[in-house]
């Protein structure tokens, strides 16, 4: 057996996973975990990159002896390191309204349409090309959040491959950064270093690391795919070529892996994007907003007074009439943070359906739309890729809805695979695996650890197709 440490760094809290590679296998267990949050300073919204980085190492101490170390994260932020080695400045958080502003001029440079043909990345005010065109603090590098905190483990500056394909500062068709574009845009490529491919071993561990984490000095870093959803999709266990698969967490994120990127108008429209996999291979996907309206209807209910037990709510939700009531998750009303039960429900009153009441009717409806959302994005998918989904893999969080998997196989009718619920942590481990060579290198010896880690349950669709058609004629009705 080898132990590995699986830093998973999200928005909301991060955590240290350790992964015990055995033979055919990677068991998984939490060393620890730590709340993260950005904080408001006079306007401007920062990271608390140093209180993640304590959690890190408080983290890595708790896992113990471990071989390697591999850090994932979310996409697209980044923090900004001196010509002395140290941190210029708190990372600015994704969210901050800066952004938009510098994407509008940005925008005035080069139209949406040809920076989505040159990087296949939607022009959203939050990626890392529109943030560098807003940053005022002079800097040597600019290092993306688990590349920082990978460059504080072992001291190697390292721009991995999967996280920095999100920026939208890379040229599809070299994987390079794009020269045109930052001159373009006025933007000093000097802040990134070369591509770094992923699997690389940065170096081991320094001195002080090991020292603050009872480490060994021998302990080595690992450039994993570093951008989290890269990571989920490395360990996602195919059982054939035509398969697609959702990242289903507060997000659902339905693609598919692809050899060559979609940069056409049709693409940009539909909202899909271009992101590149652990292999090198062009992840086609597109955001819909998952489990977050499910996620916020029970904080609100809870901070009311209500005892709200998930297991019986979902078992509540499953006895509702299907299809009662739908809403679209991915309308702008639904963004933010609230009371997101009394929005649904006059969502439902504007569209003239039935209103949800109670919980459970609630859940109801929540889950019978991002089953519908799901079944829209799978057949985007079909329509711009040219190719059918046979099978839909479920991986994260949303793997251990049930109610969720066998909605989605119902509105898609097509069987779903739910698992693993640990994709990212699990995605991590295996590319560091194969990165010392402890499994055979390739995506298909990879699936194929993955499958025997996670053992996915098989959900196949129930029923016609026929109310689930006219319930999606009705979902494109639901956008006020």
Known sequence: MTLLAAVDLGASSGRVMAAHVRGDRIDLAEAARFPNRAVNVRGRLYWDVLGLWSGVLDGLRAVGDAAAIGVDSWAVDYGLIGHDGHLAANPVCY????????????????????LFAA????PQPFNTIFQLAAETI????????????GYWLSGVPAWEATNASTTGLIDQATGDWSADLAGRLGLDLGLLGPVTPTGTVLGPVLSDVAAATGLALSTKVIATASHDT?????AVPYEGDRAAYISCGTWSLVGVERDTPITGAAALEAGFTNERGADGSIRFLRNVAGLWLLNEAVGAWRSQGLDIDLAALLADAAKVERLRSVVDPDDARFADPGDMAERIRACCAETGQAVPESPAEVAACVLDSLALAHRRAIASLEDLTGDPVETIHIVGGGANNALLCQLTAD?????????????TALGNALVQA?????????????????????RPRRFAPR?????????AARFQTCTA
């Open 463 to 471: 029923g016609s197709q026929t109310p689930w058609a006219s319930a």
């Open 230 to 234: 890269a990571a989920a999709v490395a």
């Open 138 to 149: 002079s800097a040597h590098r600019a290092l993306l959040i688990p590349d920082l905190i």
């Open 411 to 423: 509105a898609t009718g097509r069987p779903v695979l739910a698992g693993p619920d640990e994709a």
């Open 119 to 122: 990087t296949g990345i939607q």
């Open 95 to 114: 969210r901050d309204i800066r952004n938009a502003a510098a994407r509008t001029k940005a925008l005035e440079q080069i139209s949406a349409a040809d």
């Open 434 to 454: 194969q990165a010392l060579g402890l499994i055979a290198p390739g995506p298909q010896a990879r699936r194929a650890v993955a499958r025997a880690s996670a």
